[in-house]
């Protein structure tokens, strides 16, 4: 459930079997999130926010709505550019360095800027798109290079560096972006 609140804007609920008491945090879009017990009953829920406000706004930062609505919007722009660009470009190294892979994901997790499972589909970033090529090219090597080993051993980092030369330098660049949006 969402509802708007008159301080923090859109204030996103959800309520969990394995929540035990009511716990508060920042979504990605920096919306105010409510995790409760499965049947806290819609008025309960209110209560908590109102006895829990200045709390919230000592110690969580929730975004201006105006913000929230901002980063959406932006997150729907990158998500498109994503769409236009990511697949093809996956598709290209794979071919050109014969990788088969069953299908490519686009995701927009906070922590990970791709990843490759075991029934081969690769999970790409939509926040690549903010990072330079070469780095957006390295994590797509990266992880295409995971459809032959999936660990990080000798023998895989052998594999990402026979495709990119450079690989040590960008793997350490990534680190000062964040994949989150
Ligand atoms: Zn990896």
């Avoid at 236009?84 to 990970?112: F, I, Q, S």
């Avoid at 000798?154 to 964040?178: I, Q, R, T």
């Amino acid at each position: 459930m969402i509802f708007n609140d008159s301080e923090f804007g859109e204030v996103i609920v959800r309520r969990s079997p394995l929540a035990r008491g009511v716990k508060f945090s920042i979504s990605t879009s920096g919306r105010l999130a409510m995790s409760v017990p499965k049947y806290t009953s819609d008025f309960l829920v209110k209560r908590f926010l109102n006895t829990n406000r200045k709390m919230i706004r000592e110690k969580l930062p929730v975004k201006d709505p105006n913000e929230q609505r901002a980063r959406d919007y932006q997150k729907k722009l990158l998500m498109k550019k994503a769409k236009e660009y990511l697949p093809y470009r996956l598709e290209y190294y794979a071919k050109l360095y014969g990788y088969k892979y069953e299908k490519c994901r686009l995701t927009h997790a906070n922590t990970r800027w791709g990843s490759c499972s075991s029934n081969k589909t690769i999970s790409l970033n939509i926040g690549l798109m903010k990072v330079p090529e070469p780095l957006r090219d390295y994590v797509i090597l990266h992880e295409l290079a995971h459809l032959n080993h999936m660990d990080h051993s000798k023998a895989f980092w052998a594999e990402v560096g026979s495709h990119d030369k450079n690989y040590k330098n960008h793997e350490k660049k990534l680190k000062l972006f964040s994949p989150g949006v």
